[in-house]
């Protein structure tokens, strides 16, 4: 694999560059830093989203007939970097990484030209309605029914964990349409407006003190027939195919890099006492930076896959464990790192709207909040367990 940009490479990312230093606010930048959860909040992310709009840069993985860039896998790669290095904003994930390729997949002509610009334009915020109280990793046991009535599917039922339910207009749903021998047979795929009658949202708080998730309640709401993807009873195919992209079509290895260096950067000062003169720090940061490497190196293959068309398949849940255990390690350094300090936790959110002066310097400030709400990583999505089983069933033959 040859990793050295060529000439035409270099002039891109030097337009990048370009591009993020002319429109990323110091605002956006600093909210950005301050934000603990893997989202940003949507005056934000939706602001810096209808940026890149502006510039054909809304969904770098969408096809070029649908508003993608067409991008080589190399341009992708310097995008996801540099927007990294430079601390940009998270747009809405949901929408162009997630509902967006099951719509360009397998929607209708009228869902495509509805939907897909709205994404792109940051018109609809997103969320996902997959998990239930009971009905987690075990997602094909789910509960919430859509009965067919004439034109619409009334719903009734509960969705939980539905991050940033209290920000979206809109939000992609399994519901149980029918009953089967297979569970999976009897799931179907719904689009659904949140400001439809009858959609209740009530907030959870994380440990890190947070309003990141939400429990949804539907009673009796009323959703078009015409709002549901593909053929009645085929969302559990839809959903894992959604799920793929989740796990897999982003590139979390910059991300991660930029947090081990701001780490290490802490552990090198006198805010921690030089926590790195401590053997077991800087043995701790070079392992972590040796598996952000290895990292890297399979979401080149999987990015190069992608481009040419190809599903990522079993190598999402590579992505998708791996990804989630550096995370973890990375903020468990970070808690470690500063020590004590750790403990005074602000519970005020979000951090970058404080109207007080914090117990500690701002570059402290979000390590334990991180650490706290990336205890997560290795639960949503599909816990780790998972991402096992789907590994030693489609790659081993186990």
């Not at 792109?120 to 997959?130: A, F, I, P, V």
């Not at 780490?263 to 701790?284: K, M, Q, V, Y």
Request: aromatic share 8%; proline share 6%.
């Amino acid at each position: 694999m040859d990793l050295s940009f060529n000439a035409e490479e270099r002039a891109f990312q030097d337009e990048v560059r370009g591009f993020i230093a002319r429109n990323l606010t110091e605002e956006m930048k600093r909210a950005t830093a301050l934000t603990p959860s893997v989202f940003s909040d949507p005056d934000i992310g939706m602001a810096w989203q209808r940026t890149l709009h502006k510039q054909g840069w809304g969904a770098p993985g969408w096809p070029v007939e649908h508003g993608g860039p067409d991008w080589t896998p190399a341009q992708r790669w310097i995008f996801e970097t540099e927007s990294a290095r430079a601390g940009v904003p998270n747009v809405n994930v949901m929408g162009v990484k997630m509902v967006g390729p099951v719509i360009i997949g397998f929607g209708s002509p009228e869902q495509k030209n509805f939907y897909l610009p709205r994404i792109l334009s940051g018109e609809d915020y997103w969320c996902q309605g997959y998990s239930e109280p009971g009905s987690g990793s075990d997602l094909s046991s789910l509960k919430t029914r859509a009965v067919r009535d004439g034109d619409d599917y009334v719903i009734n039922g509960t969705k939980i964990w539905t991050t940033h339910a209290h920000h979206a207009n809109r939000m992609f749903a399994l519901v149980r349409t029918s009953d089967g021998p297979r569970q999976q047979d009897g799931i179907s795929f719904i689009l659904i407006d949140m400001k439809t009658p009858g959609i209740t949202t009530r907030p959870i708080l994380t440990i890190g003190g947070d309003h990141e998730v939400n429990q949804v309640f539907f009673d009796d709401v009323r959703v078009p027939v015409a709002n549901r993807v593909g053929e009645e009873g085929k969302g559990w195919t839809y959903g894992k195919y959604l799920l793929e992209f989740e796990r897999g079509s982003g590139i979390a290895s910059a991300k991660l890099r930029e947090g081990l260096k701001a780490i290490a950067e802490l552990a090198e000062s006198d805010l921690t006492g030089r926590a790195i003169d401590s053997p077991d720090i800087a043995t701790r940061i070079s392992e972590v930076e040796v598996d952000i490497d290895a990292l890297e190196m399979t979401e080149l293959r999987v990015l190069s896959a992608l481009q040419t068309g190809q599903n990522p398949g079993a190598v999402s849940s590579i992505l998708k464990l791996r990804n989630s255990e550096i995370r973890q390690a990375v903020t468990r350094l970070g808690a470690d790192v500063i020590g004590h300090d750790a403990l005074a936790v602000e519970p005020m959110r979000p951090l970058y709207k404080l109207n007080h002066k914090p117990a500690m310097p701002e570059e402290m400030l979000t390590v334990m909040p991180e650490y706290l709400n990336g205890r997560a990583y290795t639960i949503f999505g599909g816990t780790s367990e998972i991402q096992r089983d789907i590994i030693a069933k489609m790659m081993l033959g186990i």
